[in-house]
């Protein structure tokens, strides 16, 4: 792999045993890499990037500007996203009951003073998982009368590398409690993509047939999911 600049941008290119020059920017940070036949030399590679590099910078900026998770302290004036919308938080204190709620544009979380980050993280993610299972069930029910498949038990937990999982021997589904940040087609799309699991369990041309029947614009929602996230894909 050799690193190349053009016009500012870093490009990692990759020579291999092809034809054609292909560039992608990746996500979820939007590195640039090029593939280049063996043969193609710096001059060629920089040329080609050139040509392309006004549609590079838009990708880049893209990602740049993309809604991000990043580490959470939970104090006023950070942005939390419920459902694909993004909340100012605003944290109040008690000496009773948490509380998380929200009021027009910002999410209140209600805590003890003296709490800590973990705790706080705690009464946040019980939030979200409540949220999560009320918009969770009627999903289920509805697909599982679409698709024509049950499962045995539905459940709800952070996940690091995947939004879901099922395990078709045992009938169990396991949903990404992010999801609950995430706009709720991508639900929606996730508990489809398990449920055809149901129907076959590996990511066949079958499987492809069932999602293209029950899911018309999956791609797109999928595509919409994993470029969100840093480092939480879909399982391919
Ligand atoms: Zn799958």
């Known amino acids: 792999m050799i690193i190349m600049i053009v016009a500012g941008v870093e490009i990692e290119v990759i020579k291999k045993n092809i034809k054609n020059m292909h560039l992608y920017v990746m996500p979820p940070y939007g590195n640039v890499r090029i593939t280049a036949p063996v043969k193609a030399n710096d001059e060629t590679i920089s040329l080609f990037a050139i040509t392309k590099i006004a549609w590079i910078k838009k990708q880049i900026e893209k990602y740049e500007n993309q809604p991000r998770q990043s580490e959470r302290e939970y104090i006023s004036g ?8 993004r909340y ?37 993610n019980e939030w979200y998982r409540a949220e999560l299972k009320a918009k969770l069930s009627p999903l289920i029910e509805k697909w599982q009368k679409i698709i024509g498949v ?24 396991w ?25 076959e369990k590996d990511h066949t041309s079958i499987f492809i ?14 595509d919409e999911l994993n470029s969100f996230i840093m480092d939480r894909y879909l399982e391919e």
């Open 175 to 199: 949903i990404n409690l992010q999801l609950a940040k995430k706009p709720i087609n991508c639900l929606e799309y996730v508990v489809v993509h398990e449920l055809v699991h149901l129907l």
């Open 88 to 124: 100012r938080l605003e944290v109040r204190y008690t000496k009773t009951a948490n509380n998380v709620e929200i009021k027009a544009n910002k999410l209140f979380l209600t805590v003890r003073e003296n709490s800590t980050q973990a705790q706080r993280e705690n009464v946040m």
């Open 150 to 173: 049950t499962t045995d038990s539905v459940g709800v937990k952070n996940m690091l590398t995947r939004w879901g999982t099922c395990n078709v021997k045992d009938k169990r589904i």
């Open 209 to 222: 047939e069932y999602m293209d029947r029950f899911l018309p614009y999956w791609r797109v929602t999928k």
């Open 78 to 85: 950070e942005s939390h996203y419920v459902w694909g919308r």
